[in-house]
T-cell receptor, first 114, second 115 residues
Framework: DTAVSQTPKYLVTQMGNDKSIKCEQNLGHDTMYWYKQDSKKFLKIMFSYNNKELIINETVPNRFSPKSPDKAHLNLHINSLELGDSAVYFC?????????????FGPGTRLTVT | AQSVAQPEDQVNVAEGNPLTVKCTYSVSGNPYLFWYVQYPNRGLQFLLKYITGDNLVKGSYGFEAEFNKSQTSFHLKKPSALVSDSALYFCAVRDLSGGSYIPTFGRGTSLIVHP
């Protein structure tokens, strides 16, 4: 009974390709996020959506484009993949955009660009 | 601005001994504080949070954390460590009084519990 799920779990691709990562949450949450975790385990926020609207867009190359078809889904599309995009990408959700709400994370997608 | 520091990259403790993972924070106003745990090849899991009220917060898996406003700290503790507690622990903070609602995460502390 997975709360936040991501597909695929592993993604190996070549430089220049375009790929997508999908995320779904069945918690009924209003807010969803994308994080990037680098090889040193540092977590960086990329995007956040609240009720399907983009509310946070950190300094991320415009090759990265999120899309939220509904409140339960937040997908991440990456164009023209580069070596530096290799990382683990986590989707997360929270009840709302309020500051007291904890986040629930998906299992991650390990992206390797060769 | 909000920031959080986890001064130890790694904490080693023997099974059965008490453990402490340290976290200090900086905010303009009052903080909301969170602890998460990440097991190998898994996503982060929420452990506990401090919003208001009692300074001692109890969470999952027998963990607790103590909010200390004067020392701007929120250390994670457990009375008796288990080998299965070995994981990466993240502290996170949000500033109640402004700034982004996105939490700022620490760089993580690797906890290793030896049998």
């Amino acid at each position: 009974d997975t709360a936040v799920s991501q597909t695929p779990k592993y993604l190996v691709t070549q430089m220049g390709n375009d790929k997508s990562i999908k995320c779904e949450q069945n918690l009924g949450h209003d807010t969803m996020y994308w994080y990037k975790q680098d090889s040193k385990k540092f977590l960086k926020i990329m995007f956040s959506y609240n009720n399907k609207e983009l509310i946070i867009n950190e300094t991320v190359p415009n090759r990265f484009s999120p899309k939220s078809p509904d409140k339960a889904h937040l997908n991440l599309h990456i164009n023209s993949l580069e070596l530096g995009d290799s990382a683990v990408y986590f989707c997360a959700s929270s009840l709302g955009a309020g500051k007291s709400y904890e986040q629930y994370f998906g299992p991650g997608t390990r992206l390797t660009v060769t | 601005a909000q920031s959080v520091a986890q001064p130890e990259d790694q904490v080693n403790v023997a099974e059965g001994n008490p453990l402490t993972v340290k976290c200090t924070y900086s905010v303009s106003g009052n903080p909301y504080l969170f602890w998460y745990v990440q097991y190998p090849n898994r996503g982060l899991q929420f452990l506990l949070k401090y919003i208001t009220g009692d300074n001692l917060v109890k969470g999952s898996y027998g963990f607790e954390a103590e909010f200390n406003k004067s020392q701007t700290s929120f250390h994670l503790k457990k009375p008796s460590a288990l080998v299965s507690d070995s994981a990466l622990y993240f502290c996170a903070v949000r500033d109640l009084s402004g700034g982004s609602y996105i939490p700022t995460f620490g760089r993580g502390t690797s906890l290793i519990v030896h049998p």
